[in-house]
């Protein structure tokens, strides 16, 4: 899981950024100071770091950040975390990500997402001897509940969504909400703007702190404010970037990281870069 690339490259993090500010692309060629023609070849894949720069300004990116990003020149560190269990299924054109974390003693194990198939998560139980207790959803955009009727079926768990998702398989509930399974303890945060019910889980009781995110945040990206753009980044902003910088991050799309990682390399939030 953590070989697998970043979600997004520049051209993705600068198009989710201008359609999120809703800046057309003559509008963000003046206030960048660029022709039409240099910015069209931007977000075509022609990569310039000069041009990076100027672009940052208008879409509130960080510019090393998005250098960075376009140069190919940062990656998360590789990490495990004993009790945490990451799947990757391919969907569509796309990988997305789910899991499963487990009280180390009492070997109860509580499923994030299903991914587009469950296959993987469901052999990874059987193999440590698990019992899945909870399935807790971050959202329910169809790749990361593809594979929800079968997962529930197998493990025989109630699943949990956030009450403004409105998604009759599972029993809807308030952000705020604490779970608890054997020596774990589940917050839940309230991470809206990708998905109208988007939930961060923050875990805590293994040797790590994990922040299951869903599509609310990538290494070194976002999820398209689809919603809202100016709300997923704030609701990011307070409950995510809140969290202490050791805090790994367990995105839907991409490669694990960290809290103090985003805060250094993820373009969407600058604030942390200056």
């Given at each position: 899981?953590?070989?697998?690339?970043?979600?997004?490259?520049?051209?993705?993090?600068?198009?989710?950024a201008q359609r999120?500010?809703?800046?057309?692309?003559?509008t963000l060629a003046?206030?960048?100071?660029?022709?039409?023609?240099?910015?069209?070849?931007?977000?075509?894949?022609?990569?310039?770091?000069?041009?990076?720069?100027?672009?940052?300004?208008?879409?509130?990116?960080?510019?090393?950040?998005?250098?960075?990003?376009?140069?190919?020149?940062?990656?998360?560190?590789?990490?495990?975390?004993?009790?945490?269990?990451?799947?990757?299924?391919?969907?569509?054109?796309?990988?997305?990500?789910?899991?499963?974390?487990?009280?180390?003693?009492?070997?109860?194990?509580?499923?994030?997402?299903?991914?587009?198939?469950?296959?993987?998560?469901?052999?990874?139980?059987?193999?440590?001897?698990?019992k899945i207790e909870?399935?807790?959803?971050?959202?329910?955009?169809?790749?990361?509940?593809?594979?929800?009727?079968?997962?529930?079926?197998?493990?025989?768990?109630?699943?949990?969504?956030?009450?403004?998702?409105?998604?009759?398989?599972?029993?809807?509930?308030?952000?705020?909400?604490?779970?608890?399974?054997?020596?774990?303890?589940?917050?839940?945060?309230?991470?809206?703007?990708?998905?109208?019910?988007?939930?961060?889980?923050?875990?805590?009781?293994?040797?790590?702190?994990?922040?299951?995110?869903?599509?609310?945040?990538?290494?070194?990206?976002?999820?398209?404010?689809?919603?809202?753009?100016?709300?997923?980044?704030?609701?990011?902003?307070?409950?995510?970037?809140?969290?202490?910088?050791?805090?790994?991050?367990?995105?839907?799309?991409?490669?694990?990281?960290?809290?103090?990682?985003?805060?250094?390399?993820?373009?969407?939030?600058?604030?942390?870069?200056?």
């Amino acid at each position: 899981m953590n070989k697998i690339p970043l979600e997004d490259n520049f051209t993705d993090v600068v198009g989710k950024a201008q359609r999120g500010l809703a800046l057309s692309d003559a509008t963000l060629a003046q206030q960048a100071g660029l022709s039409a023609s240099q910015v069209a070849d931007f977000k075509e894949g022609t990569f310039d770091a000069a041009i990076a720069r100027k672009l940052a300004g208008p879409l509130n990116l960080g510019a090393e950040a998005l250098i960075a990003l376009g140069q190919n020149a940062w990656h998360p560190e590789p990490r495990e975390v004993p009790g945490l269990g990451c799947f990757n299924t391919n969907y569509q054109d796309m990988t997305v990500n789910s899991y499963v974390a487990f009280d180390l003693q009492s070997r109860q194990a509580v499923a994030f997402d299903t991914g587009a198939t469950a296959d993987s998560m469901l052999e990874f139980v059987r193999e440590n001897k698990l019992k899945i207790e909870l399935i807790l959803l971050t959202h329910t955009h169809a790749d990361h509940v593809a594979d929800l009727e079968r997962l529930q079926k197998a493990a025989s768990a109630p699943v949990f969504v956030s009450e403004r998702e409105q998604f009759a398989k599972a029993q809807p509930f308030a952000a705020g909400k604490t779970f608890h399974l054997g020596n774990l303890k589940i917050e839940s945060r309230q991470t809206s703007g990708h998905a109208r019910g988007g939930i961060t889980y923050v875990v805590s009781g293994l040797a790590s702190r994990l922040a299951v995110v869903g599509d609310a945040l990538f290494a070194g990206s976002m999820g398209g404010g689809a919603i809202s753009y100016e709300e997923a980044l704030r609701t990011n902003r307070q409950e995510i970037f809140s969290l202490p910088d050791d805090t790994i991050v367990c995105p839907g799309h991409g490669p694990l990281t960290t809290v103090g990682e985003q805060k250094k390399h993820n373009p969407f939030y600058p604030e942390f870069q200056k």
